[in-house]
Every structure is written in structure tokens, then in C-alpha cells.
């Protein structure tokens, strides 16, 4: 929960946070349960390696571990499964762990990318690597979408921007949403 309060509070606007008390992160097991409760039958864990990159807002300590997620889907199988998150920085060496990832990690459904970290319209050479790489495994990428909820520049997320990628990758299924 401490690194998720960093996170919120590093991204410099005012954010006021109301918890229930008796709601809080948990284990496996309790997560499960909480899922029978409200009729989820599978969630969706952004996944990826730490890596720090310098930007307004770094998803990376909040995301999962790899090893986190196998042992969850391992534990429960069909129950979780994972975007692989995609950090464009790393170039060739992170589309070469995504396809790893892809190929080997059964609970990988696709990519996904926080675009208001890198600052990268969805239409940058930096992504079209990845989105060959969804068409190759046919598996679908989720990008966030629209305003930045913190002090990042929002052009990157404008929804039009995923014209070119989809016209040029038409098998691809991209998903856009405010992650």
C-alpha cells in the first residue's frame, strides 16, 4: 500500500484518498474471495519487470512481478491473468522481453502501455515493434487513452493518434481506455 500512496502522491496535483478501513491490499486467497463477492470471474494484472525510467509518473513499483503473477495463475488457474506492461525505452531488448513473455508465460492476453509516462503518440516508431509483435502472437494491446490525471502532457493520449497503427496493423485489436 506504501508504494501505492507514493505513486498517488507523486503526481503532483492534490489527490484526496478515502479508504474504507476495513478494505486494504491482500493476499491471493482474499482477492479470490473478493472476486466470488462481486461475480468477477478473471482480473486483469498489469505485469511487468522494474525498470525506473524517470518519468512524472513511473506504473513499474506498482505493477506485478512475473513471478508474482505465476505463482497467482499457478495457485488459481483461468483466475488471473496479465498485460504485459511495454516501457519503449528499453528498445529492441524490452520487444524482445515482451515476446519472451508472450511465448513462454501462458497467462500473458497482450501488451499494455501507459502512454502519458513516455510522452509518445500512439503513432510513434517506438511502438510499431510492439504492435507487430501482437499481430505475430494475436493478442491485444491496451493503451491508456485521453487526459493525463496528473502533470503529464495529454496529447499522447488523444484517441485519433490510433488511426495510422490500426490501419497499418488491422489484425490487431487495440484496446483504448483511461487505465
Given at each position: 500500500?506504501?508504494?501505492w500512496?507514493?505513486?498517488v502522491a507523486g503526481q503532483g496535483v492534490p489527490i484526496k484518498v478515502r479508504r474504507d478501513p476495513t478494505d486494504s491490499f491482500?493476499?491471493?486467497d482474499v482477492m479470490v474471495d473478493r472476486m466470488d463477492e462481486l461475480g468477477i470471474a478473471t482480473l486483469v494484472v498489469t505485469t511487468g519487470d522494474l525498470h525506473r525510467?524517470?518519468?512524472?509518473?513511473?506504473?513499474?513499483?506498482v505493477a506485478a512481478r512475473p513471478d508474482e503473477m505465476q505463482a497467482m495463475a499457478d495457485a488459481y488457474p483461468g483466475r488471473f491473468v496479465a498485460w504485459w506492461a511495454v516501457n519503449p525505452l528499453l528498445g529492441m531488448a524490452g520487444?524482445?522481453?515482451?515476446?519472451?513473455?508472450?511465448a513462454t508465460c501462458d497467462w500473458a492476453i497482450g501488451l499494455w502501455i501507459h502512454t502519458h509516462s513516455f510522452d509518445r503518440r500512439f503513432d510513434h516508431p517506438d511502438y510499431y515493434p510492439y504492435y507487430a509483435l501482437c499481430a505475430e502472437h494475436d493478442v491485444p494491446i491496451a493503451m491508456q487513452a485521453g487526459t493525463s490525471g496528473g502533470l503529464m502532457p495529454s496529447e499522447c493520449g488523444a484517441p485519433i493518434g490510433i488511426d495510422r497503427p490500426a490501419i497499418y496493423f488491422p489484425e490487431v485489436n487495440f484496446l483504448l481506455s483511461h487505465t
Amino acid at each position: 500500500q506504501q508504494v501505492w500512496d507514493e505513486a498517488v502522491a507523486g503526481q503532483g496535483v492534490p489527490i484526496k484518498v478515502r479508504r474504507d478501513p476495513t478494505d486494504s491490499f491482500c493476499t491471493t486467497d482474499v482477492m479470490v474471495d473478493r472476486m466470488d463477492e462481486l461475480g468477477i470471474a478473471t482480473l486483469v494484472v498489469t505485469t511487468g519487470d522494474l525498470h525506473r525510467h524517470g518519468t512524472p509518473f513511473e506504473y513499474d513499483p506498482v505493477a506485478a512481478r512475473p513471478d508474482e503473477m505465476q505463482a497467482m495463475a499457478d495457485a488459481y488457474p483461468g483466475r488471473f491473468v496479465a498485460w504485459w506492461a511495454v516501457n519503449p525505452l528499453l528498445g529492441m531488448a524490452g520487444v524482445r522481453r515482451a515476446a519472451e513473455i508472450l511465448a513462454t508465460c501462458d497467462w500473458a492476453i497482450g501488451l499494455w502501455i501507459h502512454t502519458h509516462s513516455f510522452d509518445r503518440r500512439f503513432d510513434h516508431p517506438d511502438y510499431y515493434p510492439y504492435y507487430a509483435l501482437c499481430a505475430e502472437h494475436d493478442v491485444p494491446i491496451a493503451m491508456q487513452a485521453g487526459t493525463s490525471g496528473g502533470l503529464m502532457p495529454s496529447e499522447c493520449g488523444a484517441p485519433i493518434g490510433i488511426d495510422r497503427p490500426a490501419i497499418y496493423f488491422p489484425e490487431v485489436n487495440f484496446l483504448l481506455s483511461h487505465t
